[in-house]
Structures are given as C-alpha cells and as structure tokens.
C-alpha cells in the first residue's frame, strides 16, 4: 500500500520535482502532503464505515 501513497505524492501532491531549498521546507511540504492524502483517504472511508463496511 505504501506504492499507492507515495505514487499519489508524486502524481498529485507535486512531490515529483521539489521546487524548495532545505530540509526544513522539503519536509513540511512532505508532511502536509501526506496530510492531505490523509484526508482525502478519509473522505472514501467515512461512507463505508458509515454502513458498516
């Protein structure tokens, strides 16, 4: 499953190709991105999880 997350990243998180300097802004942009997908992963699992699937 870890392909599946670091392919979003990549594909639609613009991680891809980094456009900051430093480790401190590549990895808040890293951190919110997974954030996201977090989120958006949610978003899909609330309507099963509501009828008990």
Known sequence: MIEEVLG???TIGL???VH???TARV???FEFTA???N???MRRLLPAAA???
Do not use: I, N, S, T
Request: no cysteine; net charge positive.
């Open 20 to 22: 900051h300097r430093g």
């Open 15 to 17: 991680m891809r190709k």
């Open 8 to 10: 979003w990243m990549k």
């Open 51 to 53: 009828f008990g699937l």
């Open 27 to 29: 990895d808040g942009m």
């Open 39 to 41: 989120m958006v992963r």
């Open 35 to 37: 954030a996201v997908y």
